[in-house]
């Protein structure tokens, strides 16, 4: 997991960016387009960089991410 990744998590949580809309269903802020959000659970999330994770990371053994998800762990430790 990239350091990068990990500070626009934290951001993104910070900033109040993360909504828990269900159990394991939440609405998380676009850190690049405040226009936008996107919906994701715990292992899928609808932006972008997961959706295109493979086609950069093929092959390296990777469990698909994004800051998005990284920011739902981090919600959940702060709000359990």
Request: proline share 4%; glycine share 6%; charged share 30%.
């Amino acid at each position: 997991m990239s350091a990068n990744t990990i500070r626009k998590a934290k951001k993104l949580v910070e900033s109040g960016g993360v909504a828990q809309l269900e159990d394991d269903l939440f609405q998380i802020k676009s850190l690049s387009d405040p226009e936008k959000s996107y919906i994701a659970s715990s292992t899928e999330c609808e932006c972008p960089g997961f959706k295109n994770f493979y086609k950069f990371h093929h092959g390296k053994g990777l469990k698909a991410n994004c800051s998005h998800l990284e920011a739902i762990k981090i919600f959940k430790q702060e709000n359990p």
